[in-house]
């Protein structure tokens, strides 16, 4: 998707972290662009142990959070592992495309401008935050963009701090989505492709062209809001990039969350768009989820992360 996502030596392991959970995992090839899950385990989290939060503090009980996923790693049979990718907590980082004005300043004043834009977009000072950012395809007026991820200093230093005391270099540590989102990079130079990933306060979704976002939203809303979110978010699609016929015209999503049924998605995408969009099963992705209490939803993130290490 991106160059940073496409360096070499990533590590062949991750850790995923959420609000309910921790996953540790190690994938094995299994044919050209197919993996499976070599090693995996999953452990549950005491309720309001991690509140993910971009903000505030993420880790009530750093002690109890470091038993739990050395547990995590131990039942994975990667106590050994010393190099990780991670996955985030939904909430705790954010997304955005940023954009400038074309013709514009020197480097430094470019950066500037970045950071600005950056404090707009995440809602804290530059200075706070830890943010990447990776040039992408100028926009439709030939303006410059950047694909950035942010995530405050102070809290990553929570997480940071435990992996570091385990003697753990974590060198790729990214939001949940854009983890997630590495299973539709592949296809979506052919025709666009949407990443929709369920939260505890809505969802967020990416949609990919070109190998690379063009869309990016975190939507906040309830339960029962959701479907309504989702057509609106298809209806900004097909407003926006589907009435010119030249455009590779959106073809498949990918849902991950326990409660994004792929029946309604299709009935939402055919009123929306006018066509029923083809929802992604993991296979058809590149990953083999094995079948056991482990699934899709749990492993997405990390395992994105983990298939880096094979390119």
């Known amino acids: 998707m991106l160059s940073f996502l496409t360096q070499p030596n990533f590590p062949k392991a991750a850790i995923g972290l959420e609000k309910e959970s921790v996953t540790a995992l190690s994938l094995q090839r299994e044919g050209r662009g197919m993996f499976g899950v070599k090693q995996a385990a999953t452990v549950e ?30 039942s994975a049979g990667l106590l050994k592992q ?13 997304s955005a495309i940023l954009t400038l004005e074309s013709g ?16 707009q977009s995440f809602g804290a000072p530059a200075a706070e935050l830890r943010i990447t950012r990776q040039k992408i395809a100028p926009d439709r007026e030939g303006r410059p963009r950047y694909f950035a991820t942010a995530v405050k200093l102070s809290v990553i230093d929570e997480y940071e701090t435990i992996f570091e005391n385990f003697g753990w270099k974590a060198g790729l540590i990214l939001p949940r989505a854009v983890s997630e989102a590495k ?6 130079n052919r025709a666009d492709s949407m990443l929709i990933s369920a939260q505890s306060d809505g969802f967020s979704a990416i949609l990919l062209r070109n ?28 407003d926006r990039f589907a009435a010119d016929s030249n455009e590779k015209l959106l073809e498949r999503i990918l849902l991950i969350g326990k409660n994004l049924v792929p029946a309604k998605i299709r009935e939402i995408s055919s009123e ?40």
């Open 272 to 311: 929306a768009m006018g066509r029923a969009l083809q929802v992604l099963r993991p296979e058809e992705v590149g990953l083999n989820v094995p079948a056991n209490s482990l699934t899709f939803d749990d492993i997405a993130a990390p395992a994105g992360l983990a298939a880096l290490g094979w390119r």
């Open 104 to 119: 514009s300043s020197g480097k430094d004043e470019s950066e500037e401008i970045l950071d600005w834009k950056a404090e």
């Open 45 to 74: 989290l005491p309720t309001r142990l991690v509140t993910p939060s971009f903000l505030e503090p993420n880790i009530s009980n750093q002690r109890e959070f470091a038993v739990l996923l050395e547990e995590a790693v131990t």
């Open 183 to 188: 299973w539709i990079t592949a296809d979506s």
């Open 211 to 238: 190998s690379e976002p063009a869309v990016i939203r975190s939507v906040t809303c309830l339960d029962a809001e959701c479907d309504d979110e989702i057509y609106r978010l298809l209806m900004f699609y097909n």
């Open 82 to 94: 010393k190099s990780w990718s991670v996955s985030l907590p939904s909430n705790t980082a954010r």
